[in-house]
């Protein structure tokens, strides 16, 4: 299969895929449950959203395995299944794709903090390489280091990659509007900061994910592309920010309102178009339509 940065190279914009989690609850995981269990427990369930989202145009997907570091799996007892429920997760999605789509292997936050000295920098790049090296024996074609917000734990999850598999890497912070009106990590970090020390620490492919939904999203790559010209950017956003109805989190972006932004976010510098939470199959679909009708 053509590497994702070679596809890049050809000026091509990717689709990435949405939501695990809000597919998932639509499943019937209960709060309290680990995600990463149904990857054995759930296979079915989990390969109809890998299936769900490669049907709706998606070029690459995702893997059931965000926290599926051992750090979140000791919370429920599974830190010893760290490496079996993560090449699940990666072969679940291989299947999904097929030969001609790419699985992007999804790593999430330890919830660790190196500054408050919850761990060590060995620790936390041990855990990332046993996740990443899991993956890539699953079928993962890049690891996806997402919704990180220190760099310190970041660049640790990237070099952990670069060392011990062949995977790709694509690294994505969230980012918030501040009450400068500056887009910035919980920790502080800026989109600039982001591009330059995640691409210096190795990452293929940088960017975004999270955050309130593609009109904020254009601000921020516009600041990434301006700190780095070259890099292939990806963005993955939520379908707006959540409204509590009755007890429920509602995301309220439709599809429709999401693929409005597509034009202005390639042309902002967005080289893979995703989503985050919140999303589903048909905003994929919607978001894939209207990146090939601005082709």
Known sequence: MVRILEQLKQNKIL??????????????????????????????????IARSYIAAGADMVKTNSFGGNRFKLEFYGLAPRAAELNTAAAAISREAAGPDRHVIASLGPTGKLLLMGDVTEQELSDAFAKQAVALEQGGADAALIESMSALDETCLAIRAVRQNTRLEVISTLTFEKNTRGEYRTMMGVSPADMAKTCLAAGA????????????QMIDVVKEIRKTAPLAPILVHANAGLPVNRNGVDVFPDTPAMMAEFVPALIEAGANIIGGCCGTTPAHIAAIARATRSNA
């Open 15 to 48: 689709i990435s895929d949405g939501a695990w989690g809000t597919l998932l609850q639509g499943k019937g995981l209960k709060p309290g449950e680990c995600p990463e269990l149904w990857c054995v427990t759930h296979r079915a369930e989990v390969l109809d």
């Open 204 to 215: 293929d492919i940088i960017g975004a994910n999270c955050g309130h939904g593609f009109r």
